[in-house]
Nanobody, 124 residues
Framework: QVQPVESGGGSVQTGGSLRLSCSVSEVRASSYCLGWFRQIPGNERERVAV????????YYADSVKGRFTISVDSDKETLYLQMNNLKPEDAAMYYC?????????????????WGQGTQVTVSS
């Protein structure tokens, strides 16, 4: 299995949009969960949005509900995070993660493949 690779981060103004992409391998065969997490230096990693691939159910942090959308293109083996109406508090390093084993998709320690991250900056 190949390590996920994120792209699409950048700098936007408050209210702007970004779409993060993440190449993941074996989406159908080996992904029980796919997720986006973020972290600010000195803070704990925060779950942003996760997807249970078998049932295509998704879960969002309260802080991003209605603004962010997680989706996956299995044919392209790409995970996306569409981020709209960005706020300064959304600024962070965003990580894509893949969990291959059965278990809770809400627990970040259960994810066994992590990307290197892509930086999102939001200016006010």
């Amino acid at each position: 299995q190949v390590q996920p690779v994120e792209s699409g981060g950048g700098s936007v103004q408050t209210g702007g949009s970004l779409r993060l992409s993440c190449s993941v391998s074996e989406v159908r065969a080996s992904s029980y969960c796919l997720g986006w997490f973020r972290q600010i230096p000195g803070n704990e990693r925060e779950r942003v949005a996760v997807m249970v691939t078998g049932v295509w159910a998704d879960y969002y942090a309260d802080s991003v509900k209605g603004r962010f959308t997680i989706s996956v293109d299995s044919d392209k083996e790409t995970l996306y995070l569409q981020m709209n109406n960005l706020k300064p508090e959304d600024a962070a390093m965003y990580y894509c993660a893949q969990r291959s084993s059965v278990g809770s998709c809400l627990i970040d320690t259960g994810y066994n493949f992590w990307g290197q991250g892509t930086q999102v900056t939001v200016s006010s």
